[in-house]
């Protein structure tokens, strides 16, 4: 009987370490903690100086705007992870650009579901809203701060290939991104 119960102690200490383990191997992030995310972004991309620009969540995702040191204006995604680490985050994807306003665009075929992210420096000097046509339903959202991160889950979705358009002041188009 003993012999039994130091087996399953000795399995219950086995996978207790392989979860601490993994927890601590900077895999998941707790998002309430910046330099948790810090941390794992410098290890994900290699940039040394990483100032975090803004941060959004939406569902099961949390997405980080940042500049890096090269001068780049990044994205960085989380996605809630799986139980039994379900108050944690892991890394999903990350995107970077020197255009102004871009988009990274991701299709989950298993659900249909569609994630966009618009992401960028605000051209407000001209533009004052923007549109993302996806599977022939137009989304729009109106420009208001300095900085644009705006998640978009797309349920029931074919594709994740998205028309995006910049308005002026009188609704005309005025370009695209």
């Given at each position: 009987?003993?012999?039994?119960?130091?087996i399953?102690?000795?399995?219950?200490?086995?996978?207790?370490?392989l979860?601490?383990?993994r927890?601590?191997?900077?895999?998941?992030?707790d998002?309430n903690?910046?330099?948790?995310?810090?941390?794992?972004i410098?290890?994900?991309?290699?940039?040394?100086t990483?100032?975090?620009?803004?941060?959004?969540s939406?569902?099961?995702i949390?997405?980080?705007?940042y500049?890096?040191?090269?001068?780049?204006?990044?994205l960085?995604?989380?996605?809630?992870?799986?139980?039994?680490?379900?108050?944690l985050?892991?890394y999903l994807?990350?995107?970077?650009?020197?255009?102004?306003?871009?988009?990274?665009?991701?299709?989950?075929?298993?659900?249909?579901?569609?994630?966009?992210?618009?992401y960028g420096?605000s051209?407000?000097?001209?533009?004052?809203?923007?549109s993302?046509?996806?599977?022939?339903?137009?989304?729009r959202?109106?420009?208001?701060d300095?900085?644009?991160?705006?998640?978009?889950?797309?349920?029931?979705?074919?594709?994740s290939?998205?028309?995006?358009?910049?308005y002026?002041?009188?609704g005309?188009?005025?370009?695209r991104?």
């Amino acid at each position: 009987m003993r012999k039994k119960i130091y087996i399953a102690l000795l399995i219950f200490i086995c996978i207790f370490a392989l979860i601490t383990q993994r927890i601590s191997s900077t895999s998941y992030v707790d998002i309430n903690n910046q330099e948790q995310i810090i941390s794992l972004i410098q290890k994900k991309t290699g940039h040394n100086t990483i100032t975090i620009q803004a941060t959004k969540s939406k569902e099961n995702i949390y997405a980080v705007l940042y500049k890096s040191d090269e001068d780049e204006i990044c994205l960085f995604l989380f996605e809630i992870a799986s139980f039994p680490f379900n108050n944690l985050y892991t890394y999903l994807g990350k995107a970077s650009s020197t255009a102004t306003l871009n988009t990274y665009n991701y299709h989950n075929y298993e659900t249909n579901t569609s994630l966009i992210i618009v992401y960028g420096n605000s051209p407000k000097e001209t533009a004052v809203s923007y549109s993302l046509e996806v599977n022939n339903i137009l989304y729009r959202e109106n420009i208001t701060d300095d900085k644009i991160l705006d998640i978009f889950i797309i349920k029931d979705s074919k594709s994740s290939s998205s028309i995006n358009t910049l308005y002026d002041s009188f609704g005309e188009i005025i370009g695209r991104f």
